[in-house]
C-alpha cells in the first residue's frame, strides 16, 4: 500500500539519500547562451546569478571560433559564452551569426538535453546608447534564428543609472525585436564613489523570467543553479510538497494500522530529496538523520510510544483522536505538508546564511527543527494539505 513500514530512522535516512542522489542525476542540463560585447557584463552576471563560478573555473571549451562553453561536473547547467566579443567588422558579424546558428541548430537537433533553452543578449548602459551595428546584429540574428523558438532576453547590464537604463529600453523597444522581455540589471554593487554605493538589482527578476520561458522540465534545474532568486527556490520547493501532501492523501485514505501510522512513506521521501534538489545545497547522511528524527520520527511508533502518536497527530486542526487505528487521507497530507514546509523553512535559513546545515545535528538545532514542524502541524489545511493559514510568498 505505499507504506514503509516500521523503519527505523538511520534506514529511511538512507533511502532519502539514495533519493537525493537519483534527482540530482536525473536533472536536465539548462543550456543558456549569453551574448553581448566585450566588456557588457557577461562574466559578471554568470558568476552573480549561478550559484558555483562557472567562469573563473576555466577558460571553457571552445565550440566555434568565438563561442565557448563552461560547465562543472555534477552541476546541471551549461553556459555558451561569447567572451571579447567585438561588433567592429562586417566579417566579424557574419562569422558570429554563422556561428551563433550552428549552435543553436546543432542543439535543436539533438533534444532537450543538448538545446540551447535561452539566450542572454547583453547591452552595457553606460554606453548608453545601442549601437548601429549591435542592432543590425541582434536583428539579423533573431529573424535568422527565429526557427529554433528560443527565447531571447535582452539584459541592460551595469544599469546603475536607472534613468539610462530607461532610455535605452525606450530606444530598443523601437526597434520592435522579437524578444521577451528587455531586463535592467546591475549584476555587483557598484561604486560611484567612496560614499556613494549603487545596490545591485535585478537578477531576481531575470531568473523569474527564464522560468517563465523554459519548459517546466528545466524549472528544477533552474531553481537548483541559481542563487540570485531564493522566492523561486521556495515556489518550487512549495510545489513540490502541494504534489506530495496530495499524493500521501491518496495513500492514507486506505485504513493504515496504527504502527504505520506516521512512518515516512515514499512520497515524503520522494518529496525530501526534490526540495533538496531545488535548493542545491549539499546534505549529509547524519543531518537527514537529524532532520527524520526532529520531525516525523518523533510521531513514529519505532522511535515513541503510541501515546506521542496520538499526542502529536492531535496537534493537527480537526483530527481530535485517531481512533481504530485507521489513519485518514488528511492526516496523512498533514504529516506530508508539514515536514515539506519545516524542511523548506530551514533550507531557507540555510540559503540566507542564517544557519548551518550541520546545525541540524546537535540538540538545539533539533528543537529548532521540531519547533518549526509542530508549528506547521498546528496549521489548518484541506484535505490535501494545502495550507489555509499562512501565506506563501
Ligand atoms: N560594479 C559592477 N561592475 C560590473 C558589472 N558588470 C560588469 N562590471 C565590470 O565591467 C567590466 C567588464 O565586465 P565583464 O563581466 O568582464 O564583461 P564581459 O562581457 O564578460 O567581457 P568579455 O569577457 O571581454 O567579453 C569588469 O571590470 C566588471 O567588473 C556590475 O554589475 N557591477
Ligand atoms: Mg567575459
Known amino acids: 500500500m505505499g507504506v514503509v513500514e516500521g523503519l527505523p530512522t538511520e534506514d529511511v535516512a538512507e533511502k532519502i539519500m539514495a533519493a537525493i542522489k537519483n534527482v540530482q542525476k536525473n536533472m536536465t542540463r539548462l543550456n543558456i547562451m549569453v551574448m553581448g560585447k566585450t566588456g557588457a557584463g557577461k562574466s559578471t552576471l554568470i558568476n552573480q546569478v549561478f550559484s558555483r563560478n562557472l567562469a573563473v573555473t576555466g577558460v571553457g571549451k571552445p565550440v566555434t571560433q568565438a563561442i565557448r562553453k563552461y560547465e562543472l561536473e555534477d552541476f546541471p547547467l551549461a553556459i555558451y559564452d561569447t567572451p571579447g566579443l567585438e561588433l567592429g567588422g562586417e566579417n566579424a558579424i557574419e562569422e558570429l551569426l554563422k556561428e551563433s546558428k550552428e549552435v543553436l541548430s546543432k542543439g535543436a537537433m539533438r533534444g532537450i538535453e543538448e538545446s540551447i533553452h535561452c539566450i542572454w543578449y547583453c547591452v552595457s548602459t553606460p554606453s548608453h546608447r545601442f549601437e548601429e551595428a549591435e542592432i543590425e546584429f541582434i536583428k539579423k540574428f533573431i529573424d535568422e534564428t527565429n526557427v529554433f523558438c528560443v527565447p ?36 555587483q554593487d557598484y561604486e560611484i564613489d567612496d560614499e556613494y554605493v549603487a545596490k545591485a538589482y535585478g537578477t531576481d527578476t531575470l531568473i523569474d523570467i527564464v522560468h517563465n520561458v523554459i519548459p517546466e522540465a528545466l524549472r528544477n534545474t533552474l531553481a537548483a543553479v541559481q542563487k540570485a532568486n531564493l522566492k523561486m527556490k521556495k515556489r518550487r520547493a512549495n510545489a513540490i510538497v502541494a504534489t506530495a501532501a496530495a499524493a500521501a492523501a491518496a495513500t492514507g485514505a486506505i485504513p493504515i494500522p496504527f504502527t504505520d501510522a506516521a512512518v515516512l512513506v515514499p512520497e515524503q521521501i520522494g518529496m525530501i530529496a526534490s526540495i533538496t534538489g531545488v535548493f542545491g545545497i549539499p546534505v549529509e547522511k547524519a543531518t537527514v538523520t537529524a532532520l527524520i528524527s526532529a520531525t516525523i520520527g518523533t510521531v513514529g511508533t519505532t522511535v515513541m510510544g503510541k501515546t ?81 493559514e499562512e501565506k506563501e510568498d
Not at 528543537?367 to 502541524?377: D, G, R, T
Open 152 to 187: 531571447v532576453i535582452i539584459v541592460l547590464t551595469q544599469a546603475y543609472s536607472k534613468k539610462d537604463a530607461r532610455a535605452l529600453m525606450a530606444e530598443i523597444e523601437k526597434e520592435n525585436l522579437n524578444v521577451v522581455q528587455i531586463v535592467p540589471v546591475l549584476a
Open 308 to 388: 506521542v502518536v496520538s499526542g502529536l497527530l492531535k496537534m493537527i486542526p480537526g483530527v481530535g483522536s485517531v481512533t481504530g487505528g485507521v489513519i485518514s487521507a488528511s492526516v496523512a497530507a498533514a504529516l506530508t505538508a508539514a515536514l515539506g514546509e519545516a524542511y523548506i523553512a530551514i533550507m531557507v535559513m540555510v540559503a540566507k546564511g542564517e544557519m548551518n546545515i550541520k546545525e541540524i545535528e546537535t540538540d538545539e538545532g533539533k528543537a529548532k527543527v521540531a519547533k518549526i514542524f509542530k508549528s506547521k502541524l498546528g496549521l489548518k489545511r484541506n484535505n490535501k494539505g494545502k495550507n489555509l
